[in-house]
Nanobody
Framework: QVQLVESGGGLVQAGGSLRLSCAASVRTFTNYILGWFRQAPGKEREFVAGISRSGGNTDYTDSVKGRFTISRDNAKNTGYLQMNSLKPEDTAVYYC?????????????????WGQGTLVTVSQ
């Protein structure tokens, strides 16, 4: 069983930055890839970024490339999403997810464990 707890969301002005954290309660964190997803009001949940078990491979959706950075600290059982140059269209509930895979995947259905989400609101 894996429990994920996100933190770090909040209200920020356009152009600002936030760092989301995903703390995992699990015996062997390095067995799991991590993904960040988001869901805006009235929209479907979408993939934002993914990271491999070692952290050596990352993947991003096109709309956040160059602005967001996914990372992980395996010693702390924690994943991160650094979000810079935020735009109003980034406003959403952000979710951390994990699955015991070898490779990253952008498909939400393939993730087994999910956090409760943290709200990010970007104002004009």
């Amino acid at each position: 069983q894996v429990q994920l707890v996100e933190s770090g969301g909040g209200l920020v002005q356009a152009g600002g930055s936030l760092r989301l954290s995903c703390a995992a309660s699990v015996r062997t964190f390095t067995n799991y890839i991590l993904g960040w997803f988001r869901q805006a009001p009235g929209k479907e949940r979408e993939f934002v970024a993914g990271i491999s078990r070692s952290g050596g491979n990352t993947d991003y959706t096109d709309s956040v490339k160059g602005r967001f950075t996914i990372s992980r600290d395996n010693a702390k059982n924690t994943g991160y999403l650094q979000m810079n140059s935020l735009k109003p269209e980034d406003t959403a509930v952000y979710y951390c997810a994990a699955v015991s895979n070898v490779y990253t995947t952008p498909k939400s259905a393939e993730y087994r464990y999910w956090g409760q989400g943290t709200l990010v609101t970007v104002s004009q």
